[in-house]
């Protein structure tokens, strides 16, 4: 369930991340994500 709620807290962040324009393409929130998701099980930032 941990892993679950890691998960739900990065896509919340790249959806707020993406409404506040700071996303120009998908090729960059792609990357965000891939670059989410390879940073193991570190907190993720807010």
Known sequence: MV????????????????????????EEVIKALVTELTRGNKPIAN
Do not use: A, V
Request: no cysteine; charged share 55%.
């Open 3 to 26: 892993e679950q709620e890691r998960y739900k807290d990065m896509l919340k962040k790249m959806i707020e991340e993406t409404e506040k324009d700071k996303f120009q393409s998908s």
